[in-house]
Nanobody
Framework: QVQLVESGGGLVQAGGSLRLSCAAA????????LGWYHQVPGKQRELVAA???????DYADFVKGRFTISRDNSKNTVYLQMNSLKPEDTAVYYC???????????WGRGTQVTVSS
């Protein structure tokens, strides 16, 4: 059973920063496309940032210039550095690892990020 484990969420004031981490011991991150998604109650889960196995990066427009995704394959970990946080960034953040060609898709349980105004 593959388990992605997120950490680093919490409560922060607007303008502050948080760094999320996601690790998994059971799979080799280097061959997976990795991503961070967020979800607020009543809305669909949406992509925040993604980094492919080859290192290509994509961001949602609402986080460009504020968030940075990175990966450390030697530690089997993906990070999301979140700066200049806004109250509208408040959500549960989920880590995702996938290999689309093989129809393999794993999710973490999520970590709560709350940004106060």
């Amino acid at each position: 059973q593959v388990q992605l484990v997120e950490s680093g969420g919490g409560l922060v004031q607007a303008g502050g920063s948080l760094r999320l981490s996601c690790a998994a011991a059971e799979i080799m991150f280097s061959i997976y496309d990795l991503g961070w998604y967020h979800q607020v109650p009543g809305k669909q889960r949406e992509l925040v940032a993604a980094i492919t196995s080859s290192g290509s990066i994509d961001y949602a427009d609402f986080v460009k210039g504020r968030f940075t995704i990175s990966r450390d394959n030697s530690k089997n970990t993906v990070y999301l550095q979140m700066n200049s946080l806004k109250p509208e960034d408040t959500a549960v953040y989920y880590c995702n690892a996938k290999r689309g060609f093989y129809n393999v898709n794993y999710w973490g349980r999520g970590t709560q990020v709350t940004v106060s105004s």
